[in-house]
């Protein structure tokens, strides 16, 4: 079980998330959870690690050893992605190597299901794009050295260059990593949101929710992290500028973040009170909306993919 016991180090400045949050297995709401859940096994060497049913909805975690990476809840009924509403730009699968990138973005490029959109050199990190079955991204990718940012103005600064796909597998494929599918480590590094504007998003996951803005001079987005990462959640307008509250559908279903102990989700629950923001508080995870209707829960550390369904 869980240890919930306070921590007696209070968060260096109660202002911002701790510097080890992380985050974790994205909340996706799907129709057809059998093919769903087919794909991320075969395209990115998920397995499956716990599933839970509650009346007409399923859960289902998949990830790789230990480590949850999706859960997807069955939801019946509910119409398909908008991809002008506010919600889910892309959910970010870390890799540790170029090794493991790359035999996973094989895997994904081979499957028929998937919609292959883009690979790019961000300079802080190596991404392949693609879009699963009912519309929701994806981002495979590894990162560079800390020491290899680029850093301007008190900034991270990232780009978007073009990176050949083909040439990249060439390079970096091995038959080791093919073999080892989802032995291989893997993460959620970060998640990219569709937000209906800018300085609202930034009130709320900077000001509220505490990360620390790591980039605003990129047309259109914004990047925000703890403990100096260059993002564990980016908002931007590309697709969405003006959109008001999610309706109710399919796709993203909720954000997860992680932080070491009790006194940071005090210090989270006296931000959002600060602001208004409604919250609920179970103990070990406190839960809030964003301005445009998306759930984002931070908790204590789930070592299990079963105290994941509890969330």
Same mark, same amino acid.
């Given at each position: 079980?869980? !240890?919930?016991t306070?921590?007696?180090?209070?968060?260096?400045?109660?202002t911002?998330?701790?510097?080890?949050?992380?985050?974790?297995a994205?909340?996706?709401?799907?129709?057809?959870?059998?093919?769903?859940?087919?794909y991320?096994?075969?395209?990115?060497?998920?397995?499956?690690?716990?599933?839970?049913?509650a009346?007409?909805?399923?859960?289902?975690?998949?990830?790789?050893?230990?480590?949850?990476?999706?859960?997807?809840?069955?939801?019946? #009924?509910?119409?398909p992605?908008?991809?002008?509403?506010?919600?889910?730009?892309?959910?970010a699968?870390?890799?540790?190597?170029?090794?493991?990138?790359?035999?996973?973005?094989?895997?994904?490029?081979?499957?028929?299901?998937?919609?292959?959109?883009?690979?790019?050199?961000?300079?802080?990190?190596?991404?392949f794009?693609?879009?699963?079955?009912? #519309?929701?991204?994806?981002?495979?990718?590894?990162?560079?050295?800390?020491?290899?940012?680029?850093?301007?103005?008190?900034?991270?600064?990232?780009?978007?260059?073009?990176?050949?796909?083909?040439?990249?597998?060439?390079? &970096?494929?091995?038959?080791?990593?093919?073999?080892?599918?989802?032995?291989?480590?893997?993460?959620? #590094? &970060?998640?990219?949101?569709?937000?209906?504007?800018?300085?609202?998003?930034?009130?709320?996951?900077? #000001?509220?929710?505490?990360?620390?803005?790591?980039?605003?001079?990129?047309?259109?987005?914004?990047?925000?992290?703890?403990?100096?990462?260059?993002?564990?959640?980016?908002?931007?307008?590309?697709?969405?500028?003006?959109?008001?509250?999610?309706?109710?559908?399919?796709?993203?279903g909720n954000?997860?973040?992680?932080?070491?102990?009790? !006194?940071?989700?005090?210090?989270?629950?006296?931000?959002?009170?600060?602001?208004?923001?409604?919250?609920?508080?179970?103990g070990?995870?406190?839960?809030?909306s964003?301005?445009?209707?998306?759930?984002?829960?931070?908790?204590l550390?789930?070592t299990?993919a079963?105290?994941?369904?509890?969330l």
């Open positions: 079980m869980p !240890d919930f306070m921590s007696n180090t209070p968060p260096a400045d109660e911002v998330i701790n510097p080890a949050a992380s985050m974790d994205v909340t996706l709401r799907v129709g057809d959870l059998e093919t769903i859940s087919a991320y096994s075969d395209a990115f060497a998920l397995e499956p690690l716990e599933e839970r049913s009346g007409r909805e399923v859960s289902r975690v998949l990830g790789r050893g230990i480590t949850p990476m999706v859960r997807l809840i069955h939801t019946p #009924g509910l119409p992605v908008n991809p002008r509403q506010a919600g889910l730009f892309h959910t699968f870390l890799f540790d190597d170029q090794e493991s990138l790359a035999a996973t973005v094989l895997r994904a490029a081979q499957n028929p299901l998937s919609r292959f959109v883009g690979s790019s050199d961000h300079g802080v990190s190596e991404a794009y693609f879009t699963d079955p009912e #519309g929701n991204g994806i981002e495979l990718y590894t990162d560079r050295p800390r020491e290899k940012w680029d850093r301007q103005r008190g900034q991270i600064m990232m780009t978007t260059v073009h990176l050949d796909p083909n040439a990249y597998l060439r390079t &970096h494929i091995t038959p080791e990593s093919l073999a080892a599918g989802p032995g291989r480590a893997g993460r959620v #590094g &970060h998640v990219h949101l569709q937000v209906g504007d800018l300085t609202t998003a930034e009130d709320f996951y900077v #000001g509220a929710i505490g990360f620390e803005t790591t980039l605003r001079e990129y047309t259109g987005a914004l990047f925000t992290s703890a403990g100096g990462y260059h993002h564990h959640v980016a908002m931007n307008t590309w697709n969405s500028a003006g959109a008001g509250p999610r309706a109710a559908g399919l796709g993203l954000v997860a973040v992680t932080v070491p102990g009790r !006194d940071d989700l005090d210090a989270l629950a006296a931000r959002l009170t600060a602001r208004k923001v409604q919250f609920a508080d179970d070990r995870a406190i839960t809030a964003d301005p445009w209707g998306t759930r984002v829960t931070v908790s550390p789930v299990t079963e105290e994941l369904l509890t």
